[in-house]
């Protein structure tokens, strides 16, 4: 019992068996940093000028960005075979939760509390309303995590924890409205949500063919051009050809689009050199 009970305390750091797991507290130390940083920033005035606004900003960003990584875990073990990312897999989504509660938590500071005055913000702005409900997700989402509600839920559990993926919809449209017409930030997020989403949407027998993969990167690319062509087609009176095309050149630099496409067929050219190198070990 005290064995098993120190373990249960040190479980941020061990894998299931109770060993020390370097990749779960590299993982940790990763989740921290960003709120760690966040902090400092604060308390020392680096962002004299707003400094809620800079910290509401980032802890957004840093949201989606733990919520992306999670949703990534899977595709990583299937192409790679690397099962061992299953451990850090909840803390990831745990740690978009808590950074999704601290944007909210800063966006009420902001508001010096007027809770009247935020309930009337989220119905009269769909921004803010998509945000609301993302957050509401995300903290179901946090509070189903532990292993007592994987026992209780059983089945429902797996149906449940699928709502992560209108969570990751709803707060990336929350990051491209909330940005209006300068949505550049938040192009790169979406761009890979949807590569995630189309993967997920091949048949499980060809979720790890390379050439098929180089094909999804591509693919995902073109559609995150096309997000952005339309965004500022229906935002501005910019022509969405124009836009779109845009994204093809190199001249201020790869765009979103460009970087999704990159790193999707970087993925396929890793999975491929990966089943050569273990064909020759063979």
Known sequence: MRVGT??????????RSGRFSALKAATFLLCLAPGAGLALALATG????????AALLATGIWSIRFLLASLAVTPLRTVFGWSRLMLVRRMLGVTAAAYALAHVGLYLAQQNFDWVFVARQIAEHLYLALGFVATVG??????????GAIRRLRGNWRRLHRAAYPVAAFSLVHFLLSGKINIGPAVLP???????????????ERRRGAGLLGMLGLGAGLLTA????????LATAIPPRLVFFANLTF???????????ILGVGLAGAAF??????RARR
């Open 226 to 233: 096309a997000v952005e062509a339309g965004w500022y087609g």
């Open 46 to 53: 680096r962002n004299p000028g707003r400094p809620i606004t």
């Open 190 to 204: 979406t761009g890979l949500f949807l590569w995630l989403m189309l993967w997920r949407m091949l048949p499980e």
């Open 273 to 278: 050199l990966q089943r050569r190198l273990a």
């Open 6 to 15: 120190r373990v249960g305390r040190m479980q941020v750091w061990r894998d």
């Open 138 to 147: 995300f903290a179901v989402l946090a509070a189903t995590s532990t292993d």
């Open 251 to 261: 001249a201020a630099g790869p765009r979103p689009a460009v970087w999704v496409a």
